[in-house]
């Protein structure tokens, strides 16, 4: 029986998926564990209420613009020849992303945890 390469495709996704989603737990629970959240704890909730409370034409937006900021710090990145040039090629599009809060679906996944933990300790 030969198997399909979409089926090879739906089982890595669900790998990469469930690992992403267990990283994010375990970085939860190590920060929380910590008290990094000490004295920040209603930030970090608010932040987590407002990335899900947007529309879905915006987050679909914001995703987008994430994804051309992200795949511009990489070819930036690969295109440089020394250390340095490809340090200032990946930061400005990064600094971007994240100064102007674009929906990164990982980070969102961690915030979305983290938030959720927070509320049950506060």
């Given at each position: 029986?030969?198997?399909?390469?979409?089926?090879?495709?739906?089982?890595?996704?669900?790998?990469?998926?469930?690992?992403l989603c267990a990283g994010c737990l375990l970085m939860?629970?190590?920060?929380?564990?910590?008290?990094?959240?000490?004295?920040?704890?209603?930030?970090?909730?608010?932040?987590?209420?407002?990335?899900?409370?947007?529309?879905?034409?915006?987050?679909?937006?914001?995703?987008?613009?994430?994804?051309?900021?992200?795949?511009?710090?990489?070819?930036?990145?690969?295109?440089?020849?020394?250390?340095?040039?490809?340090?200032?090629?990946?930061?400005?599009?990064?600094?971007?992303?994240?100064?102007?809060?674009?929906?990164?679906?990982?980070?969102?996944?961690?915030?979305?945890?983290?938030?959720?933990?927070?509320?049950?300790?506060?």
């Amino acid at each position: 029986v030969k198997i399909q390469p979409s089926c090879l495709a739906a089982k890595a996704d669900t790998v990469t998926a469930s690992v992403l989603c267990a990283g994010c737990l375990l970085m939860v629970g190590l920060m929380l564990s910590g008290d990094v959240f000490m004295h920040r704890e209603g930030f970090t909730i608010e932040l987590a209420y407002k990335k899900c409370s947007y529309s879905f034409g915006a987050t679909l937006t914001k995703g987008i613009l994430c994804n051309w900021l992200v795949c511009m710090a990489v070819w930036q990145g690969n295109a440089a020849q020394d250390i340095a040039s490809k340090l200032l090629g990946i930061w400005f599009p990064i600094s971007a992303f994240v100064t102007m809060g674009f929906e990164h679906c990982i980070a969102n996944q961690f915030l979305r945890k983290c938030g959720l933990q927070l509320t049950r300790v506060v």
